[in-house]
T-cell receptor, first 114, second 115 residues
Framework: AQSVSQHNHHVILSEAASLELGCNYS??????LFWYVQYPGQHLQLLLK??????LVKGIKGFEAEFIKSKFSFNLRKPSVQWSDTAEYFC????????????FGKGTTLSVSS | NAGVTQTPKFRVLKTGQSMTLLCAQD?????MYWYRQDPGMGLRLIHY???????AKGEVPDGYNVSRLKKQNFLLGLESAAPSQTSVYFC??????????????FGPGTRLLVL
């Protein structure tokens, strides 16, 4: 069965620190990869997505993610976080051959102190 | 465009009561989904629909029913609510099922408390 693992449950950073959130998935076929963000009290918003092509994808608000097929990973990065990045971050995978199901990781809570 | 909207925003039920959650989208999307979000569990798919008049089970369908009578609406029903159904429910929609068309857009959520 497909699964998504997010390594960090809670990350605490100071403003201007660099961020990397890990995401690994288990599926041997072709996948679509997503990162969603949920700000406190709000709904999920798409941060970035990967379907094909350049494995380094750039999203909104300065976030980027790199797809490393050999490692089954899609880690999220940001060079310098801001207090407003405090949120919960979800990695999600859709295996194209498996239909429409979007499998989510359990989420990583990011707390940024000013 | 309003995108994906959900009603109600918050509801308290007693065990055994029934209710229906409404999801509406104005993006002409074919696919619609219902998820539940629980602390430390991420989002789990309850049911989904690939078009008007169709529904299918997701990861955690027990205790829920759905209907998609109109393309823009997707209803989630709880026939006999249980405390284990206390959760935040999110609706989502997408143009298609995979690739760029499979990007899902989420509603604001419904917070349900079952006493």
């Amino acid at each position: 069965a497909q699964s998504v693992s997010q390594h960090n449950h809670h990350v605490i950073l100071s403003e201007a620190a660099s961020l990397e959130l890990g995401c690994n998935y288990s599926y041997g076929g072709t996948v679509n990869l997503f990162w969603y963000v949920q700000y406190p009290g709000q709904h999920l918003q798409l941060l970035l997505k990967y379907f094909s092509g350049d494995p380094l994808v750039k999203g909104i608000k300065g976030f980027e993610a790199e797809f490393i097929k050999s490692k089954f990973s899609f880690n999220l990065r940001k060079p310098s976080v801001q207090w407003s990045d405090t949120a919960e971050y979800f990695c999600a995978v859709n295996a194209r051959q498996a239909g429409t199901a979007l499998i989510f990781g359990k989420g990583t809570t990011l707390s940024v102190s000013s | 465009n309003a995108g994906v909207t959900q009603t109600p925003k918050f509801r308290v039920l007693k065990t055994g009561q029934s209710m229906t959650l409404l999801c509406a989208q104005d993006m002409n999307h074919e696919y619609m989904y219902w998820y539940r979000q629980d602390p430390g569990m991420g989002l789990r798919l309850i049911h989904y629909s690939v078009g008007e008049g169709t529904t299918a089970k997701g990861e955690v369908p027990d205790g829920y029913n759905v209907s998609r009578l109109k393309k823009q609406n997707f209803l989630l029903g709880l026939e006999s609510a249980a405390p284990s159904q206390t959760s935040v429910y999110f609706c989502a929609s997408s143009y298609g099922g995979s690739g760029s068309f499979g990007t899902q857009y989420f509603g604001p959520g419904t917070r349900l408390l079952v006493l």
